[in-house]
C-alpha cells in the first residue's frame, strides 16, 4: 500500500476526471442488510449503536469490499448519526428509519441544536484512520446528508412520503427555515471535515429527498445550503459527490452546488443525466430492481448505462439509488465482475 495506490485508483482518477483502466463501481448501501454477514454481526445491536463501535463499523464498511472488489468503501454510519451525537433525541427504528422524539418547528427549537465538534464524534475519527489504515489503496468514501433531507427528518419527526409539514415550513416560516438550513449546513459540513482529516478520500452529500421540491423551490430555498456544505469542504481538496432520487429535473442545478461529480437517480437515462450537468463528471445509474431481473438482462442494462457514461469527463458506477434490502449478493458480485471486465482498457 502506498499514497499513490490510492491516489491513482479508478474510483478518484474517475472523480477527477481523468483516463481510468478500468470504470470504477461501487453500490449506494452496499454495506447492510443484503449482506448475510451484516445481519449476523449486527445481531443484539442498535443500528445506532453499531455506528458508534469503531471496530464494528469497520467490520460493516469491509464486507461488501471484501465480498465484491468494489473500487470503493462507503463509511458505515447514517446521515442522522451526528444529530445523535449533538444529543438531538433520536433513534433509527428497525424498517422505520429515523424517528425525532421533539420534531423541529420554531426558531428556539432550532437555536436549540448545538453546532458539531469533533469531540463529539471521536468514534468517527478513530473508525476512520483504523478503516483508512486496512483498506490500502481503496478509497473510502464519507458522507453526509444534505440540509433539506435531514431537515425532514427534523421537521416531520421521522420518514416522510409528502416532507409537507418540512415544505409547509419552508413556504410559511422562511426564517425559521434558513436558520434551520444554516445550522444542518454547519452540522454537515463539520461532520464531513471529521471524516476527511481522519482519512477519507472523497465524500458524498446525500439530498435523497430533494426531488420532492420544484425547480424554483429548489433555486430559493435548498440549493445555497447544499452550496454552502460542498463550499466548505472544497478547501480540502477531496472529490466531491452529490446525489439525490427524483432529482430530473434540477439535476444542473445539483451539479452548480459545486460536486466535481453528480449522482444520477436510476430514473433519468444516463445520457440525459450527463448532458444535464454538462462537463461534471458522474455516478450512477442503473435501476436498483434489476438485480431482480436474469443477469443477462441485468448485465445488458448495465452495458447501457456504461455507454452513456463514456459522454460524461469521469463516470463511476453505481445503482440509482440504494441496494434494496432483499438483493440477492451473488448479483451484485456479478456486476462488479461485469464492470471490470467490459470496461477494461
Ligand atoms: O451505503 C452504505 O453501505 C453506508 C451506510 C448508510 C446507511 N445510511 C446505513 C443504514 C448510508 C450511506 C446511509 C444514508 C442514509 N440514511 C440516507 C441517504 C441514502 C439514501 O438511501 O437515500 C438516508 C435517507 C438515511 C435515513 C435512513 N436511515 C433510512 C431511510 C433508513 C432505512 C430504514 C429501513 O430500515 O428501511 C435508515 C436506517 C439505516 N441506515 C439502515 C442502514 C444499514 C438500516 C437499519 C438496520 O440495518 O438496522
Redesign the pocket.
Known amino acids: 500500500m502506498s499514497h499513490s495506490d490510492l491516489a491513482d485508483s479508478a474510483f478518484l482518477r474517475a472523480a477527477r476526471g481523468e483516463p481510468v483502466q478500468h470504470t470504477p463501481v461501487w453500490f449506494?448501501?452496499?454495506?447492510?442488510?443484503s449482506l448475510p454477514e451484516y445481519l449476523k454481526v449486527?445481531e443484539g445491536v442498535t443500528?445506532l449503536d453499531s455506528c458508534m463501535q469503531p471496530d464494528l463499523v469497520t467490520e460493516i464498511t469491509l464486507q461488501?469490499v471484501r465480498r465484491y472488489g468494489v473500487d470503493a468503501a462507503?463509511?458505515?454510519?447514517?446521515?442522522?448519526l451526528p444529530l445523535k451525537a449533538i444529543g438531538v433525541d433520536l433513534d433509527?427504528v428497525?424498517?422505520?428509519?429515523?424517528v425525532v422524539a421533539n420534531p423541529v418547528r420554531t426558531l428556539a427549537d432550532v437555536e436549540a441544536i448545538p453546532d458539531l465538534t469533533p469531540e463529539h464524534v471521536p468514534y468517527i475519527t478513530q473508525a476512520v484512520q483504523q478503516l483508512v489504515g486496512e483498506l490500502g489503496g481503496t478509497p473510502l468514501i464519507g458522507?453526509a446528508?444534505a440540509p433539506f433531507?435531514v431537515a425532514s427528518y427534523l421537521v416531520e419527526g421521522g420518514?416522510s412520503k409528502e416532507h409537507a409539514k418540512t415544505k409547509a415550513l419552508m413556504f410559511g416560516a422562511p426564517e425559521v427555515w434558513d436558520a434551520l438550513m444554516r445550522k444542518i449546513a454547519g452540522i454537515s459540513a463539520a461532520y464531513l471535515h471529521v471524516q476527511v482529516a481522519a482519512g477519507a478520500s472523497a465524500v458524498q452529500l446525500?439530498d435523497?429527498w430533494a426531488g420532492a421540491v420544484t425547480r424554483a423551490d429548489y433555486e430559493r430555498s435548498v440549493l445555497p445550503y447544499s452550496t454552502s456544505v460542498l463550499g466548505a469542504i472544497g478547501e480540502t481538496g477531496v472529490p466531491r459527490i452529490h446525489f439525490g432520487?427524483g432529482t430530473g429535473e434540477i439535476l444542473d442545478l445539483m451539479g452548480q452546488a459545486g460536486a466535481e461529480v453528480v449522482g444520477v437517480d436510476w430514473r433519468v437515462p444516463l445520457a440525459e443525466g450527463v448532458r444535464r450537468v454538462g462537463g461534471r463528471c458522474v455516478q450512477g445509474n442503473l435501476d436498483p430492481t434489476l438485480v431482480f431481473a436474469p443477469t443477462e438482462v441485468m448485465l445488458e442494462r448495465a452495458d447501457q448505462v456504461l455507454e452513456a457514461g463514456k459522454a460524461a469527463p469521469g463516470h463511476i458506477f453505481n445503482l440509482g439509488?440504494?441496494v434494496i434490502p432483499s438483493t440477492d449478493p451473488d448479483q451484485l458480485a456479478r456486476l462488479t465482475d461485469h464492470v471490470h471486465q467490459v470496461s477494461a482498457r
Open positions: 449506494m448501501r452496499q454495506a447492510g442488510r449486527r443500528m461488501p462507503i463509511f458505515f454510519s447514517d446521515i442522522v433509527i428497525a424498517g422505520v428509519g429515523p458522507f446528508g433531507t420518514p446525500f435523497s432520487v439509488h440504494g
